[in-house]
């Protein structure tokens, strides 16, 4: 609601309908974390205190990033497709938020895993605050960048946002629960996503304009 309400204050109604979009063809990522997080908080407070469960907490890290990873790429590629399949060329622009709004949502999906330790210690609070936090970042972010990069600065400041609360969860649920998550493959992974997904944009925007 206060995205919705920035975005609306800060830029256009047009630019509010670029991100609704934009939102719900990423949301395909957030379903299949939902459908993740609903079994994966049973496993974990039922194993946790076996010493070889952290073992199978990191496989299920690194599968998580692969397949978020997957679903980043595949999003960014046919970006263009599926913002044309859903609404009309008018919302075309829509297809560049895709690509960050993607890959923050999928780090949302990273922070059930790593913010277990919050709930293993009944610290469920520091979850709170994790929202809080990311809710402030996104508004100080947004109301920086939006007189500069105007739609842009909507994915860009979801994504930073997504970020701050991920280090914020990390770091603090490993004081209560110390498992070594292997983010050098996770950067790499969603690093490579991103790369891919920005040439696939960066050439689908070139034939745009050069179309007009």
Not at 70 to 83: G, K, N, P, R
């Amino acid at each position: 609601l206060i995205q919705r309400i920035l975005i609306r204050s800060l830029l256009s109604d047009y630019d509010l309908g670029l991100f609704a979009l934009a939102y719900k063809i990423s949301s395909i990522i957030l379903v299949l974390g939902s459908a993740f997080s609903t079994a994966w908080g049973p496993i974990y407070l039922k194993t946790y205190r076996d010493h070889r469960s952290k073992n199978s907490f990191i496989l299920i890290f690194k599968l998580v990033i692969l397949i978020s990873s997957i679903c980043i790429t595949l999003l960014s590629v046919f970006s263009s497709d599926l913002v044309n399949f859903l609404a009309s060329k008018e919302y075309a622009k829509a297809h560049t938020l895709i690509l960050p709004l993607s890959i923050g949502l999928s780090i949302e999906i990273i922070n059930d895993i790593t913010g277990i330790g919050f709930f293993i210690s009944k610290k469920n609070y520091y979850y709170t605050i994790s929202y809080l936090l990311f809710i402030f970042s996104f508004i100080g972010i947004f109301l920086f960048l939006s007189p500069i990069y105007g739609y842009i600065s909507i994915g860009i400041s979801i994504l930073f946002s997504y970020l701050i609360k991920n280090l914020f969860v990390t770091i603090f649920s490993r004081k209560f629960y110390r498992v070594n998550w292997p983010y050098p493959i996770a950067i790499l992974s969603l690093s490579t996503s991103f790369l891919i997904g920005y040439l696939a944009k960066d050439r689908k925007s070139t034939r745009l304009n050069s179309s007009h």
